[in-house]
């Protein structure tokens, strides 16, 4: 079974508003989280580094304001997308380890669709 | 920054070939190395790793081979089925770094019955 969860798996949401995706590592404690993007037909991107209990890292070109991320204990970790848009509109898919060196696990995705 | 690529985005082949994916990476620091195949609309699935002090690994089916010198990465599927369809990506990283995995730009390989 998975040890990395996403919610919601799908979810719809207009313009303007604010949605939150869940990643949840279910088997371990995660001191580090990840979290990509990939628009139709291209690449897992990376947006963030989602670190327990410590501000986040974002990539270049990723805005902070607009992509929160929060780690509040060692199995989750959340992306909110604010003032959504169409152009928002991609696959969000979390990753985790137990720690540096471990395996990876990959969560299912979140698909994000903004009218 | 630095990242990893891919040489042919789309690879068809007859069920039963063998086939064979490519990848170049450029970060020469970069010493755990994994395979991942990808369905529509699904999360990156495991394949197969090497990590930089080897060369070759064989799974069920799949081999990896690295060749550090020229930083070429490949998979090797053998008896390709249908069932194999689907977007492949590699994906590198510093293993003890606790760094995110970088993702090459993905092969679409096709497989005929």
């Known amino acids: 079974g998975a040890v990395v969860s996403q919610h919601p798996s799908r979810v719809i949401c207009k313009s303007g508003t604010s949605v939150k995706i869940e990643c949840r590592s279910l088997d371990f404690q995660a001191t580090t989280m990840f979290w990509y993007r990939q628009f139709p037909k291209q690449s897992l991107m990376l947006m963030a580094t989602s670190n327990e209990g410590s501000k986040a890292t974002y990539e270049q070109g990723v805005e902070k304001d607009k992509f929160l991320i929060n780690h509040a204990s060692l199995t989750l970790s959340t992306l909110t997308v604010t003032s959504a848009h169409p152009e928002d509109s991609s696959f969000y898919i979390c990753?985790?380890?137990?720690?540096?060196?471990?395996?990876?696990?990959f969560g299912e995705g979140s698909w994000l669709t903004v009218v | 920054g630095e990242s990893v690529g891919l040489h042919l985005p789309t690879l068809s082949v007859q069920e039963g070939d063998n086939s064979i994916i490519n990848c170049a990476y450029s970060?020469?620091?970069?010493?755990?190395f994994i395979w991942y195949k990808q369905e529509s609309g699904k999360g990156p699935q495991f394949i197969i790793d090497i990590r930089s002090n080897m060369d070759k690994r064989q799974g069920q089916r799949v081999t990896v081979l690295l060749n550090k010198t020229v930083k070429h990465l490949s998979l090797q599927i053998a008896a390709t089925q249908p069932g194999d369809s689907a977007v492949y990506f590699c994906?590198?990283?510093?293993?003890?770094?606790?760094?995110?995995?970088?993702f090459g730009k993905g092969t679409t390989l096709s497989v005929s019955s």
């Open positions: 970060n020469s620091a970069s010493d755990y």
């Open positions: 990753s985790a380890s137990a720690q540096p060196g471990n395996t990876i696990y």
């Open positions: 994906a590198e990283n510093i293993d003890q770094a606790g760094t995110a995995l970088i």
